[in-house]
């Protein structure tokens, strides 16, 4: 199993502070994988939609039209050092979700880690979905 990946980085600008930060893409042609940024937004990781624990929680929630997937992975997924994960992209000056824009101009490339799941296989997964579920409503 691969832990890295090499991924493209853009430009973006914040609207709360204005800074201009660069940040990895996965691009929009990518189907079942997607960008976490942690809410500091110094830290990201790529969520394999098809591998293991992502494929059973997407199971476990397939009956439930009110909940979305990702975010469910995000508070799942093993946390960043002295953060969460977000599915929005943040500001890495100001922490901030939502930039300006996203996307400018290619400005490098990122080795950037797979997100991993080690704390749900301690545990039954379908109650851990559950709880967060129910906290979410």
Do not use: K, N
């Amino acid at each position: 199993m691969q832990t890295t990946r090499s991924v493209p980085l853009f430009d973006a600008r914040c609207t709360h502070c204005g800074a201009m930060f660069a940040h990895p893409s996965l691009g929009d042609a990518v189907y079942g994988e997607l960008l976490l940024c942690s809410v500091d937004g110094r830290q990201y990781a790529i969520v394999e939609g098809f591998s293991a624990v992502p494929a059973q929680v997407a199971a476990l929630l397939a009956d439930d039209p009110h909940t979305a997937l990702w975010p469910v992975l995000a508070a799942l997924a093993d946390p960043p050092a002295g953060a969460s994960w977000s599915v929005a992209l943040h500001c890495p000056h100001c922490g901030q979700p939502d930039p300006a824009f996203q996307e400018g101009a290619r400005c490098g490339m990122a080795e950037v880690p797979v997100a991993r799941f080690t704390r749900c296989a301690t545990g039954d997964l379908a109650a851990q979905v559950a709880r967060l579920v129910d906290s979410r409503r």
